[in-house]
């Protein structure tokens, strides 16, 4: 059981009615929670670390990736540099497909140890909090098996993981034509399977032309709502088909994507208290050139997380402190925007209310930097700053 102090530091709690900044402050840590945290000389009793002046946030969270599947896309990365666009990638069978044929073949070990590199690369930059999508099976059992790899990643490794039932993200080869029939036989009766055994936590869905449409997803969002699990989707990512209403409809955690979102999408989001999950890896890796309405965002009050999207064909993509430069470049966020967003934001978007903020009674995970100035995590391209991470109270 941790029993600590970390003193003389610069802390930054990121609470929505927190002090923005602690100069030279203390955090406590009693086991796994933040016991207190204040400015000046710490409170008596117990170990102390001085941290000479570093930079004290929360654990990041990375709240949304494809980070267990198998195989890579690397051709498919040669095909675009030779012009072919993401949709005609995929309408040629291309695409996620592709990853869907390698994941089936792979065993839960297979998938377990080509995930844990790209697991190491986030933890590395201070993540705590990691959600892991299903999505690249497309059948019952395989879709069990990347949620069964996904928690064992939890088991693996001092992280959270949470998870997400992904199995409307494309239509496999045998159901082409029948995409009714594949949310009835797989989509739902996969999502029940993995629901008893305890393997999901959220339900996504991936939102568009090329794959489904608002009323589909409606429908596996009805089995969601009865089995008690919050919703989320890609939405609005490539069109304007109606998944951002959907969500704050359903009540869901969060739109991801949003490159095509609008005023009234932003607004219904925001009534519903439903992040938008901005993904500056796959906009980047598809050159994409519709913004996300950020200055909505703002105006509506939504809440604006940031992700990796972590996934081998549109955004492979494992540094949360870029996709935090990528989405000041290319988005204009600013630097306290952009660490919201892969913090407090970042929990939202997951409904998660003990981590992403530091304030009493908050789960004890944290980051600590060898810097002074926050700005420096969105600032530097390809820079490390990491001095410390700490989970469940525990420096690991
Ligand atoms: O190309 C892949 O493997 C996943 C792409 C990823 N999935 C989705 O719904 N949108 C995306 O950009
Ligand atoms: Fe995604």
Redesign the pocket.
Known sequence: MTDLTLANATILPLGEDAPRRIERGWLRIEGDRIAALGDGPAPEGGPVEDLGGRLVTPALVDCHT?LV?GGS?AREFEMRLEGAD?EEIARAGG??LS?VTATRAASEDDLVASALPRLDCLLAEGAGTIEVKS??GLTVEDELKMLRAARRLGRERPVRIVTSWLAA?ALPPEYKGRAEAYIDEIAIAGLRAAHAEGLVDAVDG?C?GI?FSVPQMARIFDVADELGLPVKL?AE?LSHLGGSQLVAARGGLSAD?VEHADAADAAALARAGAAAVL?PG?FYT?RETQMPPVAAFREAGTAMALAT?C?????PLTSLLLTMNMAATLFRLTPDECLRGVTANGARALGLTDCGRLAPGLRADLAVWDIAEPAELTYRIGFNPLHARYFEGCKC
Do not use: K, M, V
């Not at 996934?311 to 955004?315: A, V």
């Open positions: 494809h599947y896309r993401y695409g996620i990853t999505g690249y993200h991936f568009e794959a890609h990512q994507h993904l796959a598809l999207d996934n081998p064909g549109t955004s």
